[in-house]
């Protein structure tokens, strides 16, 4: 069978799809249920910024083992291979809707997107760019929470990251925190959480605790908890945004800060 | 496999019982002379008790954080901060006994104090949630962090959970958002911020009171971005069963810390434990407390902010092409 004919199944409802329409045309969005499937760091990036404007930045750093973690170095040459990304995270300047601003993009297919010491650098320096260039910033999250192989270190980079986060707000310049699915644990619990307007995707799963811990509580929990909607209800979130107007909606909010 | 928790401690407690039967007997039959053999005990006691803790492994230095009977923070506030007046409530729904917050005096100096506790019976560990923090924990600390900004005060948070509570009230009221700003909001103080972490340093639950000027850790505390037994679930996908593994490779100890850049000084412990020798240890931590306090005294408060914010700017180990 020809490639083009390859077909897709949606990990949701089950539907059909010819493979290149679902990633070209649909964006991995099932065009029966709606469910936004997972996208590479690179898909995401010519979905929201301007053709050829992106500028990449620090695209030269990546992990090491510090503590000399059980099979750490493997995990990160496995994903590495498989993403063609040196780390969790794509980071650089550029322009949303004719908008210049500061961007930077999780990859989840890298040790699930995990957060360590190369997420927690690129992330602050994008931010610190932002603040020198007195740009908007825009935070696309995807995030298994901290990353276990770098133990206290990584958990040191929700507050590193943080701090830089007020200082571009000091600075009065604009964030806007994306999430998507999945974002979980200490990025949630530092900059994801703390853009001025915070989005989601649709039944993008997001909280604190992780599925492990929450499969531990014996308490009867709603069908949409831990999801974009569940964060709506309670007031954690500013809208749900189909992913096919996420660009319009960062032009639009870009507007506001624009002088 | 791995030995019972704290298995390390059972020859010692023995042999302090034997040495409290026979002061016991001294005492009840004075025309003895029995303490040649209470000094010899003793003896043996702290030469057995340095070799047990010469031998720790992560995961005994785990335990050994955890331990019941190791002093918490109510312990230290009473040995050392005066007048302490309570602070409770997070102004918006509920108050959250696994942190208590509040005003007191140090030394000659006005503070403001944060502490994380477990509670030392089962009625006060119930009351405190066993030091899980809640997310209106987190609003009263930095409801308190801002009172402290505001009047000048400098800030001490005493450090000791297993984490953020999980649940689904928690997930409901935003505890990562509590959490985040939290971080935000400790960056940004202009009084002098010291941390001591005195028992368990429980991921980003601990972390959410613990950015400071100074980082003090405890002899046998603790601090990893997981605890051991989550840490195993996550990595190695089971119930646990590689904690020991996981305590190893998560480097959590005062030692592995000191050596990261991510504490500044290790408070040493008396031999066996704080637990062992409790006005020691407190005693011990208040002088570091004012070392560090009456330094930072003397930055100015931009100053103060910057050193804060490049403190936490350089943590981070990575290769750069």
Redo the contacts between chains.
Sequence with gaps: MAATMESVSCRKCDAQHPKLEFIKKNRRVCPECNHHHFMSAFERLELLVDDGSFESH?D?????D?????DYVEKLERDAAKTGLKSELLAGLAKVGGHPAAIAIGDVGFIGGTCG??M??KV?RCIERATDKELPLIIVSVSGG???????????????T??????HS?AGLFFISVLTDPTF??A???????GHVIVAEPGARI????P???AS?R????DN??TAE?LLE???LDRIVHRSEMRSLLTDLLEFSSP | MQSKPLSFEKPLTELDQQITQLRGFAEANPELDVTPGIEALEKNLASLTKQAFQKLTRWDKVWLARHEQRPQASTYIRAFLDDPFELRGDRLHADDRALIAGLARFDDHSIAYLAQQKGTNLEERQEMNFGYTHPEGYRKARRVMKLADKFGLPLICFVDTPG?H???R????????A???N??E???LRVPIIVVLIGEGG??GA??IA?GDRVLMMEHAV????PPE??S???WKDQGQHAP??AE????TAD??LK?G?IDEIIPEPIGGAHRDVSLATRRVKMAIRKHLNALLEIDAEQLVQE??DR??K???????
């Design positions: 620090d030269g750093l990546f992990s090491l510090p503590l000399e973690f059980p010491s190369v927690g650098e602050t901290m990353r276990m192989q770098e133990g206290t270190l990584a958990l040191m980079q929700m507050a590193k943080a701090a830089a986060c007020v200082k000091e644990g200490g949630t619990a530092s900059f994801s959480s703390l909280g604190f605790a992780g492990l811990a929450i509580i308490e009867k929990l709603p908890f831990q569940f309670h007031g954690l | 953020a999980f649940d689904r928690s997930e409901e009221y935003g505890q990562a958002m959490i985040a700003e971080l935000a400790m960056a940004s991921s980003g972390l959410a950015v601090y990893c971005v997981a989550a840490c679930g996550i990595v593994e996981a490779g998560l480097k959590p592995d810390l990261l991510i804060r914010y936490y700017r943590i981070g180990v990575y290769g750069e092409e």
